[in-house]
């Protein structure tokens, strides 16, 4: 199992945020990203979406709690054989947390190979 501080984890993630084109991120608002060691129930998912899609949203303004998309450093550490697969995992999760920011289906991410 790889082995990383969190810090270093943190900048792999900002990494991979700046590698993704500005058309994913242009509409992410109130929208925060997070890492987490590990999910509280103890499940083996790599990342999480936590909110109202786009798709959802109604009324949707001052004062809302933001989104969270948070990714858990021990599962995708324990996922990974090495830093090449770490750097593409950490990638490939904030697509998929991304899509579901943006109303897009567990069934159609994995259509589109995204997840």
């Known amino acids: ?3 990383m501080p969190h810090e270093e984890f943190e900048a792999l993630v900002a990494d ?4 993704l084109h500005n058309d994913m991120l242009e509409q992410l608002d109130n ?6 060691d ?11 979406y936590e909110g109202f899609s786009l798709a959802e949203r109604d009324v949707y303004g001052y004062g809302e709690e933001p989104d969270r998309i948070i990714l858990f450093r021990s ?6 054989e090495d830093h ?6 950490i990638r ?4 998929h947390e991304i899509a579901h920011f943006y109303g897009i289906s567990e069934e159609r991410i994995h259509e589109l190979g995204w997840g």
């Open 1 to 3: 199992m790889l082995d």
């Open 16 to 19: 991979g945020l700046d590698s």
């Open 31 to 36: 929208v925060i990203f997070l890492v987490e």
């Open 38 to 48: 590990h999910p509280e129930d103890g499940s083996d998912i790599l990342g999480v």
């Open 75 to 80: 599962n995708l550490l324990a996922h990974c």
């Open 84 to 89: 090449a697969e770490l750097v593409h995992e």
């Open 92 to 95: 490939v999760t904030l697509i």
